[in-house]
């Protein structure tokens, strides 16, 4: 009664102990009696009263025994904070059926059986009330041999897992049960090899070490069939039926995988995903592909770099995909359009509000650098660096995140060459970045030289785009990032 | 002096729970006092996890001494909107940790100390672990007025708390830790510790305020070295034990394996948000849209982190009505969290008609329902 003491030596500056519980025994349906105790918390009575809370049943083929469980109670109430079991669970004793907060401290109770959980008498956060039942628990009484506590054999058993027989030194667990059979049978419980949870000691155990001891074959107890043949056939002796089942095992042992499908619901910010990429989808796509020489970008860059970092500025290869993406729409400005519902009316965005795909720890969301039109490419990339650092965080805005009218997606950071992206709902086109790459290409005097090649793949809305403004629009783009100072030409 | 020591030096911790007489001349109440070297909150309170769930303490108890930079810590049982302000935390980059034990709210930066004190669960004793503390510090200053009150809190002069505890029972195993202020931002503390959130109504424990004062404010002379030194000392004396203070690295998987999953676990949305008990938010709020006041009433219920129902009440037309449901509508389920918020309505502001005017009354009701979150 470890668990006594100790609750009692905590209580000391508390009021009274709690005591009891009462075991009253009912019949069910089947023709195997089964008991049920319940967990009370009583801190109002003395031990003097108890006799009366117990009745015993008249028919019952079993004697009634008393058995005192304490909880501490610091206070009136507690909140039962969190379950661990549901209704219909098995339990073994010491697994941990809830956890209570009671005067600054969280404390987790355990089961003092095995058995079923047959009620909860609390919802999850409601207030435990002293005194009144805190879960009912189904104890099997009819198959053991000691009438208030039998060790009915959980589904744990079969787990692989608990095959090292390392008996910590300290206390072998075993329930009363089986320490009685043990006792009666004159066996030390820490010569016995435990198999249960957390190297508990069972039943079969023992029967199993009197098996082996006086080679007796004994009647295999009722829950045997339960124990499937493999986990436990290098630990079952003697017995026949078990050494017919040990010597095809190392041959036809089957695979067993224990893992469960997982269902989830799809909510907030996921579900409103749905919706968009549903209505996308409607869209009539077309594609576009082609590949572009950055040589002269990359330079380019490693030289604007160290002046961006003076100015307190990471420069990244988007802020000049966005500025020249703009630079196009200017000439092509269908791209920078809207379809209304009933594609009754297009209009055409002034501003060139230019969205950035980002990968968060939501999904994917798309902030927008506004009026790039106006912008330099250093106010984008600053801009950019915002809009990062907000999106790492979690705390965009709404305005950063609406009001897009043309969107980027540079999945190449990540990698792929080609993609296939879908256009965000209201917009009317999307491109998708590969990933630069180092290539052999010719060039004007048919030499081979190192390139730095990338790859974008363009999506539009056929209903208001065709192939051709889209391959115009793409080869403008291209021949602004191939030759980054023709770009000064036509900047605004 | 008490002597520090590189974990890497001594045997691993598990190798010490099987061997209880390795490391220490005398065992006649064996204890170990260790110290972690991160700052991180979560690390730490993944130790003290690692602790709880895998040493045997029957013949051991354990001291466990840390800091965190800052970080509000919340008790398991708590209501985060209830208790702090965690828009002001995510502007200044306090992080917000839940706790496995029960009790309030605490502010911890690094002139605040952590102590946890492990033991078996017969030997679970607040009260003498606080009395030890209390006579470790007027060892090194005896002229501090410092006592212990009957809740278990630490008062200077009778009315300024330096010292919170909440503790954690298991099966076998139980530990009992509290706070001891030294020099911490008392600014910062009392602006993070004011929740700004209104309509709030749960069953979860709510915190006790209480007036503080650092240690440092009494003698300037003190330090956080100097009183880890000086409980440990003590510590060390009531054990009878080596002042050795073993430094332990709460992100190594070899001494303690495991522990980088437990340090997960607690850094997940569904432990610090999510094991919130239900609650409803039941408020008012005014919105200005161009010359106009709005007053609109939102109540939400929300278990588990999430919305689970959610009704707004706005001006009649405002916007359109199959609008105001379409946001309802996704708001249930959603988590309570200004971030989901508002990227679950920007998305949806993309299936609306294409109207600026509809748009910017959409994101002024947004921004201000994330207000209340």
Redesign the interface.
């Known amino acids: 009664m470890a668990a006594v003491t100790a609750l009692r030596s905590s209580c000391r500056t508390a009021g009274r102990l709690v005591c009891a519980h009462h075991i009253r025994s009912c019949s069910s349906i089947r023709f195997v009696k089964s008991k049920y105790v319940c967990v009370f918390d009583k801190s109002a009575f003395k031990f003097s009263h108890q006799q009366r809370l117990f009745r015993t049943s008249a028919g019952n083929l079993f004697h009634n025994k008393i058995i005192l469980f304490c909880y501490f109670m610091n206070v009136m109430l507690e909140t039962c904070v969190y379950w661990y079991i549901k209704e219909g669970d098995s339990v073994s004793q010491f697994d941990s059926i809830c956890e209570v907060q009671s005067d600054k401290a969280s404390v987790t109770i355990t089961s003092r059986y095995d058995g079923i959980i047959r009620k909860l008498h609390y919802n999850l956060d409601e207030i435990a009330y002293v005194g009144k039942p805190l879960v009912d628990i189904e104890i099997d009484a009819s198959k053991g041999v000691a009438p208030e506590e039998d060790v009915v054999e959980t589904p744990a058993m079969s787990h692989e897992e608990h095959t090292h027989q390392e008996i910590k030194g300290h206390k072998t667990l075993a329930t009363p049960a089986v320490r009685r059979l043990a006792m009666e049978n004159n066996i030390k419980l820490s010569e016995v090899v435990g198999t249960g949870k957390d190297n508990r000691i069972l039943k079969e155990d023992i029967l199993n070490y009197l098996a082996k001891q006086t080679g007796a074959i004994l009647p295999p107890s009722p829950k045997a069939e339960i124990i499937p043949p493999l986990p436990k056939s290098e630990t079952v002796p003697a017995a026949p039926k078990d050494k017919a089942r040990k010597i095809p095992v190392p041959v036809s042992r089957p695979i067993v995988f224990s893992g469960k499908d997982k269902t989830e619901p799809i909510t907030g910010f996921h579900k409103a995903m749905v919706k968009t990429m549903s209505a996308a989808l409607k869209i009539p796509h077309f594609g576009y592909c082609d590949e572009i020489d950055l040589t002269q970008l990359v330079q380019l860059r490693e030289e604007m770099k160290p002046l961006a970092q003076i100015r307190g500025i990471k420069l990244s290869f988007m802020p000049f995909f966005i500025k020249a993406a703009s630079l196009g729409l200017l000439q092509y400005p269908i791209l920078n359009a809207s379809l209304d519902e009933n594609c009754q009316n297009v209009t055409y965005k002034a501003s060139h509000n230019i969205g950035v795909a980002m990968d968060t720890e939501q999904g994917l969301i798309v902030p927008n650098v506004k009026n790039v039109q106006v912008c330099s490419v250093f106010e984008i990339a600053s801009e950019l660096n915002r809009l990062q650092a907000l999106g790492s965080a979690g705390q965009l805005g709404t305005s950063d995140l609406t009001g897009g009218t043309f969107t980027l997606s540079n999945i190449g950071t990540i990698g792929g060459t080609y993609a296939k992206p879908v256009i965000l709902p209201p917009e009317v086109a999307i491109g998708a970045l590969g990933k630069i790459q180092i290539l052999p290409r010719f060039n004007g005097k048919g030499e081979v030289f190192k390139a730095q090649i990338m790859n974008v793949s363009w999506s539009a809305d056929h209903r208001i785009i065709d192939g051709a403004t889209m391959a115009r629009f793409s080869n403008l783009w291209k021949s602004y990032l191939e030759n980054p100072a023709s770009m000064l030409l036509d900047l605004k | 002096m008490v002597l520090q020591s590189s974990f890497k030096n001594c045997l691993q911790l598990s190798c010490i729970l099987r061997t209880p007489k390795a490391g220490f001349r005398d065992t006649a109440s064996g204890g170990l006092i260790i110290q972690s070297i991160s700052n991180d909150v979560y690390h730490n309170l993944a130790v003290e996890d690692w602790i709880h769930d895998h040493m045997?303490l029957?013949n051991r108890q354990i001291l466990f001494l840390w800091r965190n930079s800052p970080a509000v810590v919340i008790?398991?049982?708590q209501n985060p909107w209830q208790e702090c302000n965690l828009k002001l935390m995510?502007q200044k980059?306090i992080k917000l940790a839940r706790r496995?034990?029960?009790?309030?709210t605490v502010y911890h930066d690094l002139g605040n100390i952590n102590l946890t004190f492990f033991t078996?669960?017969?030997?679970?004793?607040r009260?003498e672990n606080l009395k030890l503390v209390v006579k470790a510090l007027k060892a090194l200053r005896p002229q501090l007025n410092i006592h212990v009150t009957?809740r278990?809190d630490i008062l200077l002069d009778r009315q300024y708390k330096i010292s919170g505890?909440?503790?954690?029972?298991?099966?076998t195993t139980a530990y009992h830790h509290c706070t001891l202020l030294c020099n911490a931002d008392k600014f910062v503390l009392s602006d993070v510790l004011k929740s700004p959130y209104k309509g709030l109504k749960s069953?979860?424990?709510p915190s006790v305020p209480a007036s503080v004062k650092n240690l440092f404010e009494e003698d300037p002379s003190l330090t956080c070295e100097m009183l880890l030194d000086a409980i440990a000392e003590e510590y060390a004396m009531q054990h009878q034990i080596d002042h050795h203070i073993t430094l332990i690295n709460p992100t190594d998987e070899t001494v303690l394996p495991g522990i980088n999953n437990k340090s997960k676990e607690l850094q997940t949305w569904e432990w610090i948000y999510g094991?919130t008990?239900?609650f409803s938010v039941s408020t008012c709020f005014n919105m200005f849209y161009k010359d106009s006041v709005l007053d609109v009433k939102v109540d939400m219920d929300v278990k588990h982190g999430?919305i689970e129902a959610c009704n707004i009440d706005l001006p009649e037309e405002w916007l359109p009505p199959a609008l105001c449901s379409e946001l309802v509508k996704?708001?249930?389920?959603?988590?309570f969290c200004p971030?989901?918020t508002?990227?679950?309505?920007?998305?949806?502001?993309?299936?609306c008609?294409?109207d600026d005017e509809l748009?910017s009354k959409w994101?002024l009701l947004?921004?201000n329902m994330t207000m209340l979150m």
């Open positions: 045997n029957e008790g398991r049982h995510r980059n496995r034990s029960g009790g309030g078996t669960r017969k030997k679970y004793e009260m009957d278990y505890t909440a503790a954690k029972l298991g099966r069953n979860a424990t094991k008990p239900k999430r996704s708001l249930s389920g959603s988590k971030n989901e508002t990227a679950l309505s920007s998305t949806l502001l993309r299936m008609p294409q748009h994101n947004c921004e």
